[in-house]
């Protein structure tokens, strides 16, 4: 034994430095000099941060140290989630079909004009389909985010969560599709081609709804206790992110669909509030600090063109199916025109499909990953400020209380 063995071992020590609580001090400051000195929405800085920590940039955050924070990234994604599946009113739809007609188009041109215009850029076939699959989806912690954070309400802000919340699951649902395409085409096994996706869309609503029972069972339980419900449904979300990804089911689909079925059931209206607070804030942004740090910077120039053409048609057919039922839902030319500008971010939820499908087929990530990546990076930025602007364009913010 050493004399000195009363002296701190800092190289044990800094091997176990708690990364998190340094992305997450210097995101959450990062971002409070943008709100503050810039006037724009906190969560630029939060992914300027975490870009520049990443293991792709300055290299504070290694690859090793990122995998150490993936539970973390997926408890943040599924409350995300499972917030943003609450906002699926159903009573809505019915009284106005055009919103989900609305949400069909819209999803429907966005997928179209992608895959023709990556096909154009010579993108296999494959690739086209899967990289507008994961297109389709609006990243949904930015628009929560946004509309958090100006206290935005009106029609653009609840169409544009409502839309979010229906053309995520879209996407997740053709990106489980598009596996059994995968499998055909790599593995040729037509057990992985037919039960596939099947396991993967039914099982992973079967277990939101058993989620979702569990949920409402404990909610009669509990009354209208606000710290209770908040207590239990953290739990809750915890606990169906880590059963999802056990059973090799979609995180992502699970914890939407558990949102949206809990509220869909909840008859009596026994859910208080989904004010997340101070927990939720955090979460926020370590999800987006950790998204960017996870970005690989050095697939843009390759794919900058696929990128690029893959945005500007995405723009075009979420812009053309919200002008196309416009009038029809009730909604002003202006005012749809703000509402394709706020559906306009793709961020976390694109790179989750896509890791997720990389995973699954090793062989076709690159490829995709240059694609995906590229359009998030110019969306990474430009997103946030597209939705911030339509909100506030809309009159419907109150930066005031931010």
């Known amino acids: 034994m050493s004399d000195l063995f009363f002296l701190p071992d800092l190289a044990s020590a800094a091997a176990q430095l708690p990364w998190y609580a340094l992305l997450l001090l210097a995101a959450a400051l990062a971002g409070e000099a943008v709100q503050r000195w810039l006037r724009l929405p906190r969560l630029l800085g939060w992914i300027a941060v975490g870009a520049a920590l990443g293991p792709h940039a300055l290299g504070a955050l290694d690859e090793d140290a990122l995998e150490v924070l993936r539970p973390l990234l997926d408890f943040a994604v599924g409350m995300v989630l499972f917030e943003l599946g609450q906002r699926v009113d159903l009573s809505w739809l019915r009284r106005n079909p055009w919103l989900l007609a609305t949400s069909v188009l819209e999803s429907g041109f966005a997928f179209g004009a992608m895959f023709v215009v990556l096909l154009a850029v010579d993108a296999p076939p494959l690739i086209a389909a899967a990289a507008a699959a994961i297109g389709i989806s609006t990243a949904p912690a930015v628009v929560l985010t ?48 037919l039960l596939h996706p099947l396991y993967l869309i039914f099982g992973s609503t079967v277990l939101a709804a058993l989620f979702a029972a569990a949920t409402l069972a404990l909610l009669r339980l509990l009354g209208r206790r606000h710290d209770a419900q908040f207590l239990c449904v953290v739990a809750l979300v915890a606990l169906a992110v880590w059963a999802s990804a056990t059973l090799n089911l979609s995180v992502a689909l699970a914890l939407l669909a558990f949102g949206a079925i809990t509220r869909i059931y909840d008859r009596r209206r026994l859910f208080v509030s989904l004010e997340f607070g101070r927990l939720g804030r955090i979460l926020l942004i370590l999800l987006f600090a950790i998204t960017a740090a996870k970005l690989e910077w050095g697939l843009v120039p390759a794919g900058a063109a696929a990128g690029g053409v893959l945005v500007a048609a995405r723009f075009a057919g979420k812009a053309l199916g919200v002008f196309a039922l416009a009038p029809a839902s009730g909604l002003p030319l202006r005012k749809a025109s703000l509402l394709a500008l706020a559906l306009t971010p793709m961020s976390g939820l694109a790179i989750v499909l896509m890791h997720d499908t990389a995973r699954l087929y090793p062989q076709f990530g690159p490829a995709l990953a240059a694609i995906v990546v590229s359009a998030i990076a110019m969306l990474e930025l430009l997103g946030p400020l597209l939705t911030h602007f339509a909100l506030t364009r809309a009159g419907e913010a109150d930066e005031a209380r931010s």
Not at 150 to 169: I, K
Request: overall charge positive; hydrophobic content about 55%; aromatic content about 10%.
């Open 146 to 193: 946004v509309t958090r954070e100006l206290r935005a309400q009106g029609q653009v802000a609840e169409r544009a969560m409502l839309l979010t919340a229906l053309n995520s699951a879209y996407a997740f649902v053709a990106v489980s599709v598009l596996l059994a395409w995968l499998a055909r085409e790599y593995s040729g096994d037509w057990r992985a081609v």
